[in-house]
């Protein structure tokens, strides 16, 4: 019973949030379940930092003990939510990768009660960065979900994540105007470290549905599609040139400027931009580009990079032209 007290309600968060997982993981998270869930976050910090000094004053530590918890699990689901669409966004041979990491981490801690309070005592800097990276994380992919490019909604994310801290300064004790000074200044210290980091914050929820390399691409669909390595003959048979096909899947209503940046053993040899995606195709939005000069000699490890207008990678394309 003792463990049971302790354990058990950490294990039945991480046991919903899991079912929650994989309920979400099948598709796109809905943007009002999202929504909805930073609207209460956001109201239960503002409420606790008016009530907790009252609260705590007239004995109901309890009230604020909920409240906290209210809070915390808040913090898990919106994290839960936001993970499957980050997961598929992510190139896991990239950098962004780590984001990835960071949300389920930020999930993990969530669940398991123990762990959350003991963090949170120990640093108490914790429970503001978690507000500020679930708001983060669950705005950037919300606002592309109604139509705004990844771009504006990284640093209109970071924006509005700054903001969002004002409530939780206010309960350490400062002033209402004192708490938005510093809430505005963290807006700005979060727009600058995401727009310098971006590589680092997958494009979610835009992702790579499809990709292959061709001898061509006619009416949208690939031509001599090989998977494994290629032989350099066979480039030669093929003019010296390779096309890149790739399908890219994003909510309706985006529309973004992607390009194809080609890699040759680690070194950019070409800059492709592409038509402008536009989402809601089931099937992803298909395009294509050819690299006629691949240099001498052919063999070598060649990488196809498939890129936003702002520089965050959506997804990469690999292939080995061998002797």
Request: charged share 15%; net charge positive.
């Amino acid at each position: 019973m003792r463990w049971l007290r302790r354990w058990g309600i950490s294990i039945g968060s991480l046991a919903l949030g899991l079912a929650t997982l994989f309920v979400f993981r099948r598709g796109l998270p809905h943007v009002g379940w999202i929504v909805g869930y930073m609207l209460l976050l956001g109201l239960v910090v503002a409420i606790l930092a008016e009530a907790r000094v009252p609260l705590e004053e007239r004995g109901r530590g309890l009230v604020v003990s909920a409240a906290e918890y209210t809070i915390q699990t808040l913090y898990h689901n919106l994290l839960l939510f936001v993970l499957p669409a980050y997961w598929a966004s992510a190139t896991l041979t990239s950098p962004n990768v780590i984001f990835v990491v960071g949300v389920a981490l930020g999930a993990l801690i969530t669940a398991i009660d123990p762990l959350y309070s003991a963090l949170g005592r120990q640093y108490r800097w914790l429970k503001h960065g978690l507000l500020a990276f679930s708001i983060f994380a669950a705005l950037n992919v919300a606002l592309p979900l109604v139509g705004v490019r990844p771009g504006v909604a990284l640093v209109g994310s970071a924006a509005l994540a700054g903001l969002a801290l004002a409530p939780a300064f206010r309960g350490t004790g400062m002033g209402w105007p004192r708490g938005l000074v510093r809430a505005t200044t963290a807006a700005f210290i979060g727009i600058s470290l995401v727009w310098i980091g971006r590589v680092v914050v997958p494009p979610a929820p835009v992702f790579l549905a499809a990709k292959q390399v061709a001898r061509d691409v006619r009416e949208l669909e690939p031509v001599d599609a090989i998977d494994g390595p290629i032989p350099a003959a066979t480039v030669v048979e093929w003019g010296g040139a390779v096309a890149a096909y790739t399908a890219v899947h994003a909510p309706a209503g985006l529309r973004d400027t992607i390009e194809h940046v080609w890699w040759k053993n680690g070194r950019v040899i070409a800059r492709v931009r592409l038509s402008p995606v536009e989402g809601g195709r089931a099937q992803g939005f298909r395009t294509w580009s050819r690299k006629s000069d691949l240099g001498t000699p052919l063999e070598g490890d060649y990488a196809v990079d498939v890129q936003t207008a702002s520089g965050q990678l959506i997804g990469r394309l690999t292939f080995t032209v061998t002797p």
